[in-house]
Every structure is written in structure tokens, then in C-alpha cells.
């Protein structure tokens, strides 16, 4: 992730962007709900955008977050399944890897298998 402090809000480059995984935003006028997995007390005024650096590439705006870091994630909510499979500008990076969860409870044997929830799975492009 890349940040930069722009007119009083703090951008951040996510991995991921219009041109893949929230081309719904552009082509279905969906909203996909954000959420950073980081917890802060200050909340900051920010942007997410895409990796392109294109102007048209930004995911969302005016959202209060806490100040991110590289590695902290970013999750985007109710997306479906296609989104994943959305075309790729040639020069956007990588698929990020994806999680799905049902956010059901944690049970010891998810646990032990090293899951977050008894319905959470893991993949990559």
C-alpha cells in the first residue's frame, strides 16, 4: 500500500481498484462497504484509491479511517463472487489474494486448522 497526505486527507494505493476487483462501482454502480482490519482511536479523513495512478481509479472518498501502514488490510464487503474474476488493466499488479467468510463463530477446530471463522477460506490468483 502507498499513502500520501493530499489537501488535508490521507490517500491510500491499495492493490486492487476499479480496474479489477471493484469494477462494479464503474460498471454496476455498486457500493462495496470498506473497512481497514486496524483499529485506531483518531480517525483521519481519507481516499482509497487503486494502484494505476489513473484519476478515475479511486475505490472511496471521504471515509474516516485511522492511519494505515503498508501491510495493514483493507476489506471490501459484499462484493460477490465475480468481482474477483473482473478483468485486470495491464498495468495494474497481481490479484490480491482473496478471503470469504460468513463471519460464523470460531470453533476449536477451525481453530487448530488455523481458520478465522468455522466458514473462512483463503486463495490467490
Known sequence: MGRARREGHWWYYLD????????????????????????GAERLPSV??????DSIDVIAENLMLPRLKAGDL?????????????????????????WRSTRAPVTAAASRRGRRSADTFAGSA
Do not use: F, N
Not at 19 to 28: I, K, M, P, R, V
Open 16 to 39: 486492487d481498484g476499479l480496474y479489477g476487483s471493484y469494477s462494479g462501482q464503474l460498471y454496476d454502480h455498486a457500493r462495496y462497504p470498506v473497512e481497514p482490519l486496524r483499529a
Open 48 to 53: 482509497l484509491a487503486g494502484p494505476t495512478c
Open 74 to 98: 483493507v476489506v471490501g464487503r459484499a462484493m460477490g463472487a465475480y468481482t474477483w474474476r473482473a478483468p485486470r488493466s495491464s498495468t495494474s499488479s497481481p490479484k490480491p489474494p482473496w
